[in-house]
């Protein structure tokens, strides 16, 4: 069983910072890629960043690092913007033995809330 554990998030004023940790534990063989998502009431979930890179909207704010040896992918947001307030979750694409496919495994989900 592999379980993916976010933290970080809370409530922040427009212009501040917040550093969300996810960690993968469980069975888990090799891990292709860990990364972000966020997601607003009523919308689908929006890719916020890959191992490597984020996306156009939060680059130059955003800035994403892996450990792979503790199986941990961060995310830090700098200079938060009211639209940044959703609902954060950590993904891994893993496998969990040699000969198993890779799968998306999804963390709970943390809250991040900016107030302008």
């Known amino acids: 069983q592999v379980q993916l554990v976010e933290s970080g998030g809370g409530l922040v004023q427009a212009g501040g910072s917040l550093r969300l940790s996810c960690t993968a534990s469980g069975t888990i063989f090799s891990i292709n890629d860990m990364g972000w998502y966020r997601q607003t009431p009523g919308k689908q979930r929006q890719l916020v960043a890959s191992?490597?890179s984020v996306v156009a909207s939060v680059k130059g704010r955003f800035t994403v690092s892996r450990d792979n040896a503790k199986k941990m992918v961060y995310l830090q947001m700098n200079s938060l913007k009211p639209e940044d307030t959703a609902v954060y979750y950590c993904?891994?694409?893993?496998?969990?033995?040699?000969?198993?496919?890779?799968?998306?495994?999804w963390g709970q989900g943390t809250q991040v809330t900016v107030s302008s």
């Open positions: 191992s490597v």
């Open positions: 993904y891994a694409d893993l496998r969990t033995t040699p000969l198993r496919d890779v799968v998306r495994f």
